[in-house]
Structures are given as C-alpha cells and as structure tokens.
C-alpha cells in the first residue's frame, strides 16, 4: 500500500475516533490533516530513505491509534511518586533514595510511564517471587525492565509479560512440561518475546 494511502486511512481512523471529537483536539485534527496532505502531494519526489522513514512513521501513528483502551500514560509526577514510593519500599526494589530517585526518573520519561510502571511491578514482582521465577532482585529487577521494554516498544499490544507467566508456569509445572526453571524461562521467552 502506499504510503500516503496508508497515512490517509490511520488518519481517518484516528479522526473518527471519539477522542478527536473533543474541542481540545481541534490542534490535533488540524495537523494530522495538514500531514496527510503534505505526503499526498510529495511522495514521489521523496528518496528511497525518506519514504521508509515515512512508512515507519506510519507503522507508529497506526500502533499509537490502536492502543488498547485500558492504556493509561498517567501524569508524569504522579508516576514518579509512586514508583519513587515503590522503589524505595522494602515491599518494592528496596533502593537507596538516590537509587529511588533515578528508578523512579527512568519510568516516569518513558512512553506511557503509568502503564510502564505497572508491567515493570507485575513482571518483577512475577520474576521475584518464590512461586514465580524465584531470581534474586537484581536479576527479578533486570528481567523486569528487559519485559517493560519489550512490551513499550510494542505500545502494550502484545500483552506479553502475560504470555511469558503462562508460558513459564505451563513449560515448568510437572503437570505441563516438567522443564527446569531456566529451561521453562527459555520456552517462555521464545514462545512471548520471539
């Protein structure tokens, strides 16, 4: 498909959409449209580079449209404060407060931090405990972020760090495929983190 064919239909989806109604988002409305027909009436004269930027730009602004509806990015300081909170916490990472201070900064600049937070929490807390993966915290720490990233780089469509303890807890069970816990961490993240 083209691109200006592509970015003309996730404009139209995006614009039909009931956010968009919102009188806030006359800006919104007005540059996307001045978009579409910026690239409508210069594709051809485009290099071979600028079009494959274009038509991963495109590939984002379709991903960004399609999130799920229970995406929440939060507001930034609210963020910050609870993760601060968490991270600090023994209940949590148990950091030093300079340790906390920079989690806490790291998940509040990332895309959607709310929903950042909350994968990095689950997946941790999954890695961290006993009935879970058992690792220490450092290392429950590093498979939680290596999980949040993967699942922001996908705008939290794949639902991932789901498919990883299903996956995990099936591949290690005795009832399911009876593997080690390194050898159900290995199945689990083929299976969900290709």
Known sequence: MKT????????????????????????????LYRLTEKVYYSEYSFSLEQQQT?????????????YPNNTSCGNKLSVFQEAYKWSYSSQG????????????????????PATYFKTFQF????????????????????????????????FYTKNSVQCFIDGYNFAYSSDGMNKTRSGAEEYATKLCLG
Do not use: P
């Open 4 to 31: 200006s064919n592509k970015i003309t239909g996730i404009i139209a989806y995006v614009l039909s959409s009931t956010t968009i109604a919102a009188a806030s988002s006359s800006t919104l409305y007005e540059k």
């Open 54 to 66: 274009i038509a991963a730009l495109a590939d984002q602004i379709e991903a960004v449209a399609s």
């Open 93 to 112: 990472l148990n950091l030093t407060s300079s340790e906390a201070e920079k989690f806490a900064t790291d998940v509040s600049n990332k895309l959607c």
């Open 123 to 154: 997946s941790y807390n999954f890695a961290y405990k006993s009935d879970g993966m058992n690792k220490t915290k450092s290392s429950a720490r590093s498979f939680a972020t290596m999980i949040s990233d993967y699942e922001a780089a996908s």
